[in-house]
């Protein structure tokens, strides 16, 4: 895939061991199903084309030890550890923050390179008649802000319909560094976390022909706090779209930001190895 005239790839949000699940029912909704080798093959196949790196992202506090055991023999994969703020995470804040916790302390050293994904979350699609614990929710994300403070981590941020108070909780953590994933608001927006000192980094949804907003916000962000991910197996690239995302799609999301940054992607792949290096302290084998 790295081939002397193509970019170096490296996907800095996917959830792997979520891959199996998502394809298995994607097949079962269909007459014919596309095939699909497995997690553990596909990700042998991209790194055996030449990948560069993936970041494997948790979101629950037990899940880091299973995703380490299935996917660490990949040299060029990392982990993260965190909490997606759904109800049973809010709720349960006080026992999960320090098992997961736990679980980091617990890790192979040098595999866990961030907290998270973790953060606000103003578009969940709740049972009715349920409200969300939006202070229990921001207590939850001060809590794993102080963690990573304390830990020396870098943080994976999920902000959805929540810009205002998503800065306002990192206001709070100014020794924090770290990433707001999934970007899906505008330059405004942007410019907000990038003075918190924060990265930007860029899914698939970069590539739908409504995105003018993500685009422009593209375009605004420096080379060294832009990242690029699949956030598989959600939001596959316009090509690909309705299907589940894999972390090879994160191709597509390199060829349309070069091309709306007017750079080649041999470029850009090489500023966005340099930069996740730096925040993540990834150091990865040569491909």
């Not at 979520?18 to 080798?37: I, S």
């Not at 990949?74 to 759904?86: E, K, N």
């Not at 578009?123 to 102080?146: I, R, S, V």
Request: net charge negative.
């Amino acid at each position: 895939m790295n081939s002397p005239d193509s970019p170096l790839l490296i996907d800095t949000h996917a959830h792997l061991s979520m891959l199996d699940d998502h394809n298995a029912r994607f097949a079962a909704q269909r007459k014919t199903p596309l095939p699909f080798p497995g997690a553990e093959a596909l990700v042998s196949g991209l790194f055996a084309a030449g990948f560069g790196g993936i970041i494997d992202i948790g979101t629950e506090a037990d899940d880091l030890p299973g995703r380490i055991a299935a996917f660490s023999r990949f040299p060029r994969v990392r982990f993260t550890a965190g909490l997606w703020p759904d109800p049973p995470n809010i709720a349960g804040r006080q026992e999960l923050v320090p098992r997961l916790e736990a679980h980091i302390a617990a890790a192979p050293k040098g595999l866990v390179a961030a907290v998270g994904e973790c953060g606000l979350d103003h578009h969940q699609d709740l049972p009715p008649g349920t409200e969300l614990d939006k202070a229990g929710e921001a207590e939850l994300l001060d809590m794993l802000l102080d963690m990573a403070l304390r830990l020396d981590l870098p943080i994976i941020i999920h902000s959805r319909d929540a810009p205002g108070e998503t800065a306002a909780a990192l206001a709070k953590h100014p020794g924090v560094r770290g990433v707001i994933h999934c970007f899906s608001y505008g330059k405004t927006e942007a410019r907000t976390f990038l003075d918190l000192g924060y990265h930007i980094s860029f899914a698939g949804n970069l590539t739908y022909k409504n995105a003018h907003n993500l685009r422009e916000a593209l375009t605004f962000v420096p080379e060294d706090r832009l990242l690029l991910e699949t956030d598989s197996p959600y939001l596959a690239p316009g090509p690909c779209r309705g299907k589940p995302a894999d972390p090879g799609m994160v191709a597509e999301n390199y060829f349309l930001a070069a091309e709306l940054r007017r750079v080649s992607p041999e470029v850009l792949g090489e500023q966005i190895a340099v930069t996740g290096e730096k925040l993540f302290g990834l150091v990865l084998p040569p491909v």
